[in-house]
């Protein structure tokens, strides 16, 4: 479990967090939703402790980041995965070396070993024809794939994903999704998704922290934001006809 | 503008301490610095010998032209090009022609991998990136002073060869102006210029570009000014070192 508290963050004039508070939950998938600028980003570079924030607290599981020491940080980041929006692959690297690299880099496991488990996530993550190929010679759906398997290659106990549909068709979108939950629930882990896809959130939304001018404005389910009359997610989130149609349609039953 | 600078410079400074924090597990470090040593000294050599082959040759024929008096000896084309080529094409030159080549990959590699949160991505898995990234090639870079000692070698020879085979004078003179006053402390001098320069082109490009903010355009910038301050730091350290080993 995360729990976030009060926290606030500027860059320079700009307060871009003013004081959120919200809890993420072991086991489920929790989605920060928000217009661009909504401090979405922000909050979770602040969590991955790429931004320190000017005030409040971030806890892992009891561990408040602030007080852990630079090495504790540094262990605590070998329990985090994150899978970024571009899905920051080595690109001088082939796609088993990049899913491979945090067990080289952390654990004194042999080739052997690392290669049973880099096969095992890949295959996972149903992609077992790609591990000599560079991430360049890869498409994008693939990449992210890749991306998640790196993510979760280390058994982390938290994974954070950056925009994880951006730039893929439909079809991959919803294959990802679906890949983040059941990773999520089979490995029991703390997984918070930062998105603008609004399948997403009526798909995988089991927590929904919605973001609006650097404070929380909401927060629910994926059945809680269908009945919810918070003006602002509503405008949001049924800005589209269709999906006010859906709205409309999972209210009348 | 000042502060900035000022900032700058501290900020290069810390990068120092940072590079020799936490240091990456050596069996994957040593991987690192081989694959630097290819890319920075072995892919350099091509260039550096084709360069300082003519460069040599046309220092020879550039003073054999200029000795026009009949009472100046031929010896002096080989003891010119010597000392041209020790005491200041090679280490000096060179390196500002590396801060190009070197430097701007340097840049523009490390820019690149911060521009798609690849940086990002290491620090987050909870690795020390400036050491990962930096280390390894300060490392590599330790060879520099052998690619300087073969531009030496080749900038001599292609003296020797534009001098004799240009009809400016015997074999016999030229080698006999190598050997004229020789001072072996230049070599010294040569080669510690050469190292304290090897540490800039390692470090000064690498900041350029792990500090650098924005996407394609700015790694471009950033290449651009990283070749400028290193060559600018190049030529003040260049100074400052022949002030203290050869004046004093």
């Given amino acids: 479990m995360i729990e976030v508290k009060n926290l606030v963050k500027s860059f320079g004039d700009s307060k871009v967090l003013k004081g959120v508070s919200m809890v993420f939950e072991t086991g489920k998938t929790n989605l920060i939703i928000g217009q661009s600028g909504s401090g979405k980003t922000v909050l979770l570079k602040s969590l991955l402790g790429i931004h320190t924030p000017d005030s409040g607290t971030i806890s892992f599981d009891g561990r408040i980041y602030s007080d852990l020491t630079k090495d504790e940080k540094r262990e605590l980041r070998t329990e985090i995965g994150m899978v970024f929006q571009g899905s920051a692959l080595f690109d001088s690297m082939t796609v088993e070396e990049n899913v491979g690299f945090p067990l080289k880099m952390f654990t004194h496991n042999s080739k052997s070993e690392i290669q049973d488990r880099v096969d095992f996530v890949l295959k996972r993550v149903n992609l077992v024809d790609a591990n000599k190929k560079l991430p360049s010679e890869i498409s994008g759906g693939m990449q992210k794939r890749v991306a998640i398997a790196r993510a979760i290659v280390n058994n982390p106990q938290y994974l954070f994903c950056d925009e994880p549909n951006s730039g893929l068709d439909p079809n991959t979108s919803i294959l990802i999704d679906n890949l983040i939950k059941e990773i999520t629930e089979e490995y029991n882990i703390t997984t918070v998704i930062n998105t603008h896809d609004m399948n997403s959130v009526m798909e995988i939304g089991e927590n929904i922290v919605f973001l609006k001018n650097g404070l929380k404005a909401w927060q629910g389910t994926k059945e809680e934001i269908f009945r919810t009359d918070n003006k602002a997610v509503t405008d949001f989130v049924y800005s589209s006809n269709l999906f006010k149609k859906v709205r409309e349609a999972y209210l009348k039953g | ?248």
């Fill in chain 2, 1 to 248: 503008m000042l502060v900035r600078y000022l900032s700058q410079i501290g900020k290069y400074f810390l990068m120092w301490k940072e590079i020799f924090n936490k240091p990456t597990k050596w069996s994957v470090m040593r991987t690192l610095i081989l694959k630097e040593i290819d890319d920075l000294i072995i892919d350099s050599l091509g260039i550096v010998a084709f360069i300082s082959f003519f460069v040599g040759g046309v220092v020879a024929i550039q003073t054999a032209l200029n000795l026009t008096n009949p009472l100046i000896p031929k010896y002096l084309i080989g003891f010119a090009t010597r000392q041209s080529v020790i005491l200041e094409f090679a280490p000096t030159f060179i390196s500002i022609i590396m801060a190009g080549k070197m430097g701007s990959f340097i840049t523009s590699s490390i820019g690149t991998m911060r521009v798609t949160e690849q940086i990002d991505a290491l620090e987050v898995m909870g690795v020390n990136s400036l050491n990962y990234l930096v280390f390894p090639k300060i490392i590599a870079l330790q060879l520099f002073p052998f690619v300087i000692g073969i531009s030496m070698f080749l900038g001599i020879l292609g003296g020797w060869i534009a001098a004799v085979y240009g009809g400016f004078g015997s074999s016999d003179e030229f080698i006999g102006g190598l050997q004229k006053d020789f001072i072996p402390f230049h070599i010294a001098y040569a080669f510690i210029k050469t190292f304290v320069f090897a540490l800039l082109l390692a470090t000064i490009p690498s900041f350029h570009g792990y500090y650098m903010k924005g996407g394609a355009l700015e790694v471009g910038k950033a290449s651009t000014v990283s070749f400028v301050w290193t060559s600018v730091t190049i030529i003040l350290m260049n100074y400052i070192l022949t002030q203290m080993l050869l004046a004093s």
